[in-house]
């Protein structure tokens, strides 16, 4: 470069300006391959993989991978819903709580039966021609003994309408409708005794994430919603979560 430029220099005053068009093309095509060739990348580092580009670049989260198996019953409780929840007119950001059936001792939290366990609603929408709907809950917050809406992530993965819960607490022994019991208690102290609907053709006491019983066209994904929350979906114009139904759920990351 430092060579051309003497020779530019050197030549006559009609010259110099002849050639200042093509010097003046020539720089800024070097300036834009500048431009468009990415920084190397420091010694050691391995390059991100696509997906992973694609997830950081659309803002999305990346979610635990343990709900693409059974779980097993002792690991999860039942919340009850005190009033109906409808996607047609709960809106983003709506905050909601429904009600622990059993009591439970995590650590740091106990929930007393009945303990409201909060949550919000991150994505809500319906359409007809034809008709769909999603409704998608996330759940952050609980009421342990002493500690009113302490921070705490819990997720969704199942549903059992109004039907189906009456029945199952029906075909529990009346010794286990009630008292509390440690998140880590045996699988036989569940309130799912007996029952093989939780996981139909998979192991006995345990429950495949997604598992919707009793709320017809109605379908989970555990993870499918915002921020890996809760998504419903139906191919009614709305999604309904009756009054007395119950959510399944787990606790990934008890406090």
């Known amino acids: 470069m430092l060579s051309a430029l003497r020779f530019f220099i050197r030549l006559p005053r009609i010259g110099r300006i002849a050639i200042i068009p093509a010097l003046a093309v020539a720089i800024l095509a070097l300036t834009a391959a500048g431009q468009q060739t990415p920084p190397a990348q420091p010694a050691g580092t391995a390059a991100a993989p696509a997906s992973q580009a694609t997830a950081n670049a659309t803002g999305q989260t990346s979610c635990p991978s343990s709900f693409d198996r059974d779980i097993p019953t002792n690991l999860t409780f039942k919340a009850k819903v ?9 809106k983003v950001g709506n905050k909601f709580w429904v009600n622990i059936v ?12 009945g303990a409201a366990i909060w949550g919000h609603v991150t994505s809500s929408a319906s359409q007809k021609n034809p ?19 302490k921070e705490m992530t819990l997720q969704v993965i199942g549903v059992l309408g109004l039907d189906a819960s009456m029945r199952m607490h029906d075909a529990v022994p009346l010794v286990m409708n009630g008292g509390g019991r440690s998140v880590s208690a045996a699988a036989a102290q569940t309130a799912y005794l007996g029952d093989d609907e939780l996981n139909p053709g998979g192991t006995v006491n345990t429950v495949h994430p997604g598992i919707v019983i009793g709320i017809p066209k109605v379908k989970l ?12 979906t139906s191919t009614n114009r709305s999604v309904q979560l009756e009054k007395g139904a119950e959510l399944i759920m787990i606790a990934p990351s008890a406090p």
């Not at 005190?82 to 709960?90: A, F, K, Q, V, Y």
């Not at 059993?102 to 039966?113: A, I, Q, S």
């Not at 008709?131 to 809406?149: I, R, T, V």
């Open 82 to 90: 005190p009033g109906p929840l409808d996607s047609s007119s709960m």
């Open 102 to 113: 059993f009591g439970l001792v995590f650590p740091g939290c106990t929930l007393n039966p």
């Open 131 to 149: 008709n769909s709907s999603e409704l998608s809950l996330a759940f952050d917050h609980a009421d342990c003994e002493g500690h009113p809406k």
């Open 221 to 232: 994904d555990p993870q499918g919603g915002p921020a890996c929350s809760a998504r419903f």
